[in-house]
């Protein structure tokens, strides 16, 4: 009978004993998934970009700097990488650098890269390296901003727009935003009263060119112009004011 309740005691033990590990070690995990927050000083890393340059995290402090991860096989972030470029000519001599990290192979980077034409240094981790560094774990990329002490400012489990990177980088580098655009132009080639210019447009239901001209003179159309590109899904994002 003794011997029965003891076995039983033990049994409870290992269960509660069980139990606990679990938990312990369901504990660390959240601890290593948290996301990075305001004042973080960022974790460093070395890695050799597709140019074969050394790029080494921490000896870029005294500069903002924007950190890219992204897709090069999608098309929106063809755009958002482009558009980063522009910010990168426009602020570098304001102390501030981009640096991109991709999720594909060298090959697959440079030719994006290329294609892009970036100038600032491009990192192909396609073992995810950097990405786990920095808890960026899904196919929507990632944004980190960086002051110049080297702590995070802004975190970002996808790739920002780009409206949103003109407004960090200029409130991080001149401690505003600037919203003064130069004025548009007052050409156009549509005038009121005056015949359409002629455009060569196609039918991709019919499968032919028609003339834009020719079309308008026997119908009343109204044109619209748009470009068709693929973008990631986006889920919800954790921002840092």
Known sequence: M???????VLITL??????LIIHFWTFLA??????????????DFYAEDING??????????????ILFFDPLYISDKFKLAYAEVLFKRYKNNGFKVIGVSNKDKITTRKFSMKCELSFPVIADEDKKIHKLFKIDNCCGGFVLLNKEG???????SLISEEEMRQLVEKSILGKINYIFEKPSEQTIFIKGKEVPDLILYNVRKNKKISLRDFS?????VLT???????????GK???P
């Open 14 to 19: 290992l269960i509660s004993a069980t139990i």
């Open 238 to 240: 954790e921002l840092i």
């Open 225 to 235: 112009i748009f470009h068709l590109f693929v973008a990631c899904a986006r889920p």
């Open 30 to 43: 959240g601890m290593e998934r948290k996301a990075f927050s305001y004042g973080d000083i960022a974790p």
């Open 151 to 157: 702590k995070i400012e802004f975190y970002s489990k």
């Open 217 to 221: 003179r026997e119908n009343n159309i």
């Open 53 to 66: 340059n050394l790029f080494v995290l921490s000896e870029e402090k005294g500069k903002s700097l924007f």
């Open 2 to 8: 003794r011997f029965k309740k003891s076995i039983n």
